[in-house]
């Protein structure tokens, strides 16, 4: 019997260069799966395209996006509402930088702007030992590289979750809720050229935060394990066309 599509909710879309040169954000999610383009089955939340129920799909990734969760977008609040009963049935749930936070809200969590502002660029994030026993993330390095771009943060986890990763700048870069929910901070979509992008995109809002573009650019580099989280997760939604 053929296997559900992984589900990827798209939540907006990335510079106009970028998916010019790359793609948008549901492609990058895709590539970091290791699946084909008929493996996956994106959903876009703010054309208020229908959202899935659970069992329909072998699992769920919530894509990143340029709105903040705290403007309370009549699109975002649905899949908020969505994701709690989809967390509930144990569908395996991966939730990046938006995603991330939304899951978070979602769940009973405090989200808001950083009160340490912006965070871009590659940046050393930390594993919790929690982490050393995390489906997901065991396995990974204790400390490795991975890409950043984000404004707001998970203020406060939710109830119950279990914290996996922090850097000196984000305290909650990794969280899971129950066995199979996760929210990551960082973005393990982006390449090197994606970070990069970001970084030349944003350039005058870095600047006006005292901050040298070209220096962040200098410190962009491979992020291999942070890499790692999207196949991972692709195969905890146990595929049999997954890509080892």
Request: aromatic share 8%; with cysteine.
């Amino acid at each position: 019997m053929k296997q559900p599509k992984i589900l990827i909710v798209k939540t907006g879309d990335t510079f106009t260069d970028l998916i010019g040169s790359y793609g948008d954000f549901e492609d990058w999610i895709r590539q970091g799966l290791g699946v084909d383009e008929e493996q996956v089955w994106v959903v876009n939340a703010p054309a208020f395209e229908p959202l899935p129920e659970p069992g329909t799909f072998s699992g769920v990734v919530i894509a990143g996006s340029h709105a903040m969760v705290t403007q309370n977008l009549d699109w975002s609040l649905a899949v908020e509402s969505w994701l709690a009963p989809v967390v509930t049935a144990g569908v395996p749930v991966l939730g990046i930088c938006y995603g991330h936070q939304l899951l978070a809200k979602a769940l009973g969590g405090k989200v808001d702007f950083h009160p340490g502002g912006l965070e871009i660029g590659t940046t050393p994030v930390t594993l919790t030992t929690d982490a050393l026993s995390d489906p997901l993330l065991q396995g990974l390095p204790p400390v490795f590289n991975a890409h950043t771009c984000h404004s707001q943060t998970v203020l406060t986890l939710p109830p119950g979750a279990v914290h996996l990763a922090e850097n000196t700048h984000e305290p909650h870069h990794a969280f899971r809720l129950g066995h199979a929910a996760w929210g990551v901070q960082f973005h393990p979509e982006y390449t090197h050229d994606i970070m990069a992008g970001y970084i030349h995109n944003m350039s005058p809002v870095i600047q006006a935060l005292g901050k040298d573009p070209a220096l962040v650019q200098k410190q962009v580099t491979e992020t291999q394990a942070a890499g790692q989280v999207l196949a991972r997760f692709a195969a905890l939604c146990d595929h049999d066309f997954v890509v080892h």
